[in-house]
């Protein structure tokens, strides 16, 4: 049970951030720019400099229990109503270092200097395009 722990963790912070959705929005009274993050948009480009971002925790936090809901609820089920479900401690190991990998990317972002932390977004906007996209997947240029 303890590796199914690790696993389930494990895939949410793959999930997180490996396979998110784009959102090309207008805020009230700032320039377009484009959020992303799964269910909820959690990060988008900053309003003070073009190589800033912002992050809004609330959104992310909630993002972080979506996604381990969504995976627990779905290996757990397998778990105990269809097979028991064994993992090995290499895949566990695989899927702590892929995970460790991609984390590490969010928190080198998360520490620039020009990142900055809000508890929610508070400006109303106006969604214009949405997408779903891989991480290695370039941004979609959008027509203005």
Not at 45 to 60: A, K, N, P, W, Y
Request: charged letters at 20%; proline letters at 5%.
């Amino acid at each position: 049970m303890k590796n199914i722990i690790k696993g389930i963790i494990s895939l949410t912070i793959i999930s997180l951030f490996l396979f998110t959705k784009w959102w090309y929005v207008l805020p009230d009274d700032a320039p377009d720019i484009i959020l992303w993050g799964f269910p909820f948009p959690y990060a988008g480009d900053g309003f003070h400099t073009s190589m800033s971002v912002q992050i809004f925790t609330l959104e992310l936090i909630l993002d972080v229990i979506i996604h381990l809901l969504i995976w627990s609820t779905l290996i757990l089920s397998i778990h105990r109503f269809f097979w028991k479900i064994k993992i090995k401690k290499s895949l566990t190991i695989l899927l702590i270092t892929a995970s460790s990998i991609l984390l590490i990317i969010p928190i080198f972002i998360a520490f620039l200097p020009d990142t900055v932390f809000n508890l929610r977004k508070d400006w109303d906007m106006e969604i214009r395009e949405t997408g779903c996209k891989f991480i290695w997947e370039n941004q979609p240029r959008i027509r203005r």
